[in-house]
């Protein structure tokens, strides 16, 4: 655990839809083999950079459990819990979910009904390809564009953001209006600071994006156990605490890291089985 908090901290300090045909198997031997049942109606979309995902109810007749929404990079055939899930309810009527933290690059979507008897009726696969904004180059061209965002009550007006160049606004598949900053008040980068400015600060939360992502993958590897996963971050979230008060230039960068971790930690706590699934998948 001491080694994986000190690379953090010291990288730190450095910084200054498409569908897919599948069959369905599985390795667990806590379930019968799973069994695809299209009636789901599994659908995922990508819009700005959340993935919406909805399904019709359950309606076979063996005692309905929880629904599973599970997600891979690399396994085109994702099956619970071979797959660790992004979404856990025992409500049946609750038939959608919004994932907020979307993974770069190509993922497989899917939802699995487990019943009383242990069945898992998985649904159809949804492969969805996010283009990694992280691959543009950090050139400053800022451009302003404009995005149609969800609401619940009309009128939903678009709003209007500067990126910093047509790469990265690509990659949010947003509507391109005219080179250079955003006329409108709600911009990204804050007004009355010079380009080169504007430059380091985005290049730096970029930095720390990254770094936080790979610390959370290299956590989430290492440890299946929730509660240890908790621990371990809020152990680093205490240490980058400490170190605001030692260098407070870095207080705002921190700030973001500890909000990016803490974002963590809550998505943990609201997978209610969590830790006491993870004691079973340890006996597998």
Not at 49 to 65: I, L, N
Not at 235 to 259: G, T, W
Not at 277 to 283: D, G, R, V
Request: aromatic fraction near 14%.
């Amino acid at each position: 655990m001491k080694k994986i908090h000190t690379f953090f901290i010291i990288v730190l300090l450095s910084l200054s839809t498409t569908y897919a045909t599948t069959t369905t198997t599985s390795s667990s031997s806590w379930y019968p083999e799973p069994i695809l049942d299209d009636s789901l109606n599994f659908e995922a979309k990508l819009d700005w950079s959340k993935v919406y995902t909805s399904w019709s109810a359950y309606d076979k007749d063996e005692w309905f459990v929880y629904y599973k929404v599970v997600r891979s990079a690399d396994n085109a055939n994702p099956v619970y819990p071979d797959n660790w899930y992004i979404k856990y309810t025992s409500d049946i009527n609750e038939t959608s979910y919004i994932d907020a933290n979307p993974l770069n690059w190509t993922s497989y979507y899917r939802v699995c009904a487990i019943t009383s008897e242990k069945n898992r009726y998985c649904s159809n696969v949804v492969k969805i390809y996010r283009e990694n904004p992280l691959a543009c180059t950090m050139e400053y061209a800022p451009v302003c564009w404009e995005k149609q965002v969800q609401c619940i009550k009309a009128p939903c007006n678009p709003i209007q953001k500067t990126y910093s160049n047509k790469c990265i606004l690509n990659a949010e598949k947003a509507v391109y209006l005219y080179s250079w900053e955003c006329k409108d008040t709600n911009t990204e980068w804050v007004t009355n600071t010079d380009t080169k400015t504007k430059i380091y600060e985005y290049n730096i939360k970029i930095k720390a994006e990254k770094l936080v992502n790979s610390f959370i993958w290299k956590v989430e590897k290492t440890y299946s156990d929730t509660e240890k996963r908790i621990y371990i971050m809020n152990a680093v979230i205490e240490k980058l605490n400490k170190l605001a008060e030692i260098k407070p230039n870095q207080k705002q960068l921190i700030d973001f890291i500890i909000s990016k971790l803490k974002t963590k930690i809550e998505s943990y706590k609201t997978s209610d089985l969590g830790d006491i699934e993870s004691i079973f998948n340890e006996i597998q």
